[in-house]
């Protein structure tokens, strides 16, 4: 919070005050209106408006604008409905007898927010009702402190040109990003425990919100809390839970978003995501008003969040809510021409309905990043065993859950020596007791980590046979080498991946491998480069 302005003492000011009036029965109707709106004055010049205030010293007006919803949420929590609501829901049951039932109803709820929620959905009923649906609309539900709550004209119009000029400066230095890096980064981040505490092993809960964002698209605070997910099929999920929403949450409205890689293996990692005990003890937070809650985790989560982006950006200028962007611009890259859901649809459409905005305008935004799909994997070296699995295995010498566990290492060093010597020496738990004297738990821990790299000779085995069978083909089924190839690869079970290559949406290529999604796409290019 701004060293400028106490905004909790502002706020309980505020309330006592309001409360004061409307207790005080020697006041008349207008009266009490008066001094409502002059509290709503008084606190919007002590937050920012007091002319005698220098610039200098005030809050900016992104400040001023997040502060005055908190104050706005603040006077929700208080579940005052505005003074007249009794005499509204009379009045408008009369004028429109045949909706009386549901405007009546209106009356019934003790939650402002639950109140907001019912006026809603009865304002989808009454579309058909041209006069009703106006009349209802334009009902008073809060307090009528709410009504002076706002930021004058002014000063949305300036925040709107800063805006203005943000998005023009984004437009005109977009940045570029690797796909491939991307999906082999999520993958990761979605897999990999590389937080150790006393020689054990766990995910880290800032890089499985990381994947899941860059998988997803999702807010922090939608993958950290309010987020639910429901698998569609492999490459979609039906999500509920958005944030931003005003009323609060509302988990009858879904949308159907696309993910950039498996569901299965984004559900999993949402699964550990919530049994992590960062994640568990955000519960505490559940008493407040959701706004109040939302803005504690960020204040908990953010510094975390944003660090894991940028160390896996390497870029200081990386932030988590960039994955949101990148999300975006991967889906609509990959979706909006291939999937017939959008053949008669615009672009602004997909992504606001992606996205989940209430408008067409917001999106642009989201429109600053580019993928660079001209990067492919690298070339899997089949001349040379001995250079393809020890090299696998020598790029692990710096992962952290080696080189930071002395016990780990060891049997590192020792099965790479056994590699050196025979390509296709078979690595066991009871192989490395008898030879290096490691115990159970850490012989487990590495052979978990290094599972990938001791299949490779396997991958590169089902390799040859396929590219031997297809070189055995006559001459006349040979297909020239396309041009812009796209692979595409899918999870088998724990041990196997399938992979494939495609062309103007044809198979050019397909291989399953026993190793990693990684070996499969290597192994799957490999055939691809012969063919």
């Not at 709820?109 to 907001?116: D, G, I, S």
């Not at 009923?125 to 930021?151: C, G, N, P, Q, W």
């Not at 880290?204 to 698209?217: E, F, V, W």
């Not at 290019?525 to 063919?531: E, P, R, T």
Request: charged share 35%; proline share 1%.
């Amino acid at each position: 919070m701004s060293h400028k302005v106490n905004l909790s003492e502002l706020i309980k000011d505020m309330i006592r005050e309001v409360k004061e009036i409307d207790s005080d029965n020697s006041l008349s109707r207008s009266e009490k209106t008066k001094k409502v709106t002059r509290v709503a004055a008084k606190f919007k010049s002590r937050l920012h408006d007091d002319k005698r205030k220098a610039e200098r010293s005030k809050i900016s007006l992104s400040t001023y604008r997040k502060y005055m919803t908190q104050a706005r949420a603040a006077i929700t929590e208080q579940n005052w409905p505005h003074h007249s609501l009794d005499q509204q829901i009379e009045r408008l049951c009369k004028k429109h007898p045949n909706h009386a039932e549901g405007i009546q109803a209106l009356g019934s709820y003790e939650n402002v927010t639950e109140l907001r929620f019912a006026h809603r959905d009865l304002l989808k009923a009454l579309k058909k009702d041209d006069a009703a649906y106006d009349d209802v609309k334009s009902m008073k539900l809060d307090h009528e402190i709410m009504r002076h709550l706002t930021m004058p004209a002014a000063q949305k119009a300036q925040l709107a040109d800063d805006y203005i000029e943000r998005l023009e400066d984004e437009t005109n230095n977009t940045v570029d990003v690797d796909y491939f890096t991307i999906e082999r980064g999520i993958r990761s981040l979605l897999t990999e425990k590389t937080k150790v505490v006393q020689g054990e092993s766990f995910f880290s809960y800032g890089r499985l919100a990381l994947g899941i964002a860059l998988s997803l698209g999702r807010r922090a605070i939608e993958v950290l809390k309010s987020g639910r997910f429901e698998k569609i099929d492999n490459h979609k999920v039906k999500f509920s839970g958005q944030a931003k929403k005003r009323g609060g949450v509302d988990y009858d409205e879904t949308y159907d978003i696309y993910s950039v890689v498996d569901v299965d293996l984004v559900l999993v990692a949402i699964k550990e995501l919530k049994r992590l005990p960062e994640i568990k003890a955000l519960d505490e937070f559940d008493s407040l008003s959701e706004v109040k809650r939302n803005d504690a985790i960020n204040k908990r989560c953010a510094k975390t969040l944003n660090t894991t982006a940028k160390q896996f950006f390497k870029d200081e200028e990386r932030v988590f809510k960039d994955s949101r962007a990148i999300w975006a611009r991967i889906v609509f890259d990959r979706y909006f021409t291939t999937d017939k859901a959008w053949a008669k649809k615009t672009e602004d459409v997909f992504w606001r309905e992606m996205l989940g905005h209430d408008d067409l305008e917001t999106q642009k935004s989201y429109k600053k990043f580019k993928i660079d799909y001209s990067q492919q994997p690298e070339e899997v070296e089949t001349n040379n065993d001995n250079t393809t699995r020890l090299g696998a295995l020598t790029a692990l010498d710096d992962h952290e859950l080696i080189k930071n566990r002395a016990a780990v290492l060891k049997i590192h060093n020792w099965v790479k020596s056994q590699i050196e010597r025979d390509n296709k020496a078979k690595i066991s738990q009871s192989l490395i007791t008898r030879e290096v004297g490691s115990g159970r738990k850490v012989i487990q821990d590495y052979l978990a980590l290094a599972g990938d790299a001791l299949a490779v000779v396997d991958s590169v085995s089902k390799l040859k046979k396929a590219v031997n069978k297809r070189q055995n083909k006559s001459k006349s089924e040979a297909k020239t080498k396309p041009a812009k190839p796209i692979l595409k690869s899918n999870r088998i079970d724990d041990r196997h991946w399938h992979a494939q290559v495609f062309v103007n949406g044809e198979e050019v290529a397909a291989i399953t491998v026993e190793g990693s999604q990684n070996d499969a796409l290597k192994a799957v290019w490999a055939i691809f480069q012969l063919i």
